[in-house]
């Protein structure tokens, strides 16, 4: 049973979006969920048909909401002004929503990209997202999650896909963080709560590993997820540029590997701050990596994605 004031969700037909209402669900809490096209019902979630370029929409959406989350974003564009769009405008558009109905709290899920905007248009455009909310007066905690994995994940699931075949090609030398969607879930969820630790903080979650996972053993990690011992390559710099040129080529503006995803591909350092962790008191993350990617790649499997099809099947 749902019950209390709604939270305002972005987002919520994406991957992090849909665990996010699971673990809504789990709680009993309603939600009020922006969506582009028509839904089918779900129990405690009222869907908002609209974008965040739709003014009546974002009005509607906030209406009588507790709290805004804010996850919806453009994560790949073929240009600077796919991610514009999606990321500062559209931000722009929600938080003048917020604003203007009085609708309480506002979390932003922006990335680890926004520390070095230099790197991508994409990482350019979170830091300029993150400029807005720093600057709107509002009530705010921004969440920067380092590589998200989990059940419904479309980017890393090419990661298991390849392990099955006992080759994972990863970037140069580097370190990474991780966490499981599940437990960014939980942390977005509680970042909504009035404790004053989640006023005006940036926050840099991740599975706890200190120091992060070397590429090389996280690609082991994800082999030994899905049974095979691979062989896990690092991409030297210049062939990963040349693939995403190839990619865009080939593909154009669907290209997965553009050269601005490149551009911060190759960045050996995507470890969460420590001096940005989330306080304990407040969450920790439940879900050790090695059983989260055991868990993903045997729901890979239960859904057909191991199949050939993969997403979508």
Known sequence: MTTGRPIALTGGT????????DEAARRGLRVKALARRAMPPREGVEWVRGDLHDAA???DLVT??????????VVNAPDKAGFHAGN??????????????????????????????????????????EELIHASGLDWTLIRPPAIYGP?????FELFRAARLGVVPMPPAGRASVIHVNDLARLLLDALGDEQEWQGAVFEPDDARPGGWPHGELAQAIGNAVGRRV?????PAALLKAGARIDRLMRGDKARLTPDRASYMI??????DPARAVPVHLWQPRIATPDGLAQTARWYA?????????PGI
């Open 57 to 59: 929409a974002l009005a």
């Open 64 to 73: 009588g909401a507790r709290g805004v989350l804010h996850i919806a974003g």
């Open 267 to 272: 960045h050996p350092d995507w470890v969460a």
């Open 14 to 21: 994406g991957f992090v979006g849909q665990a996010v209402l």
């Open 152 to 156: 419904r994940d479309t980017e890393m």
């Open 88 to 129: 500062v405008a559209g931000t722009a558009n929600m938080l003048r929503a917020a604003k203007s109905l009085g609708s309480g709290r506002f979390v932003a899920v922006s990335s680890l990209a926004a520390r070095e905007p230099h790197l991508s248009e994409y990482g350019k455009s979170k830091r300029a997202a």
């Open 302 to 310: 239960q859904e057909g994605w191991f199949g050939g099809g993969g």
């Open 231 to 235: 062989w896990a390559p690092a991409i």
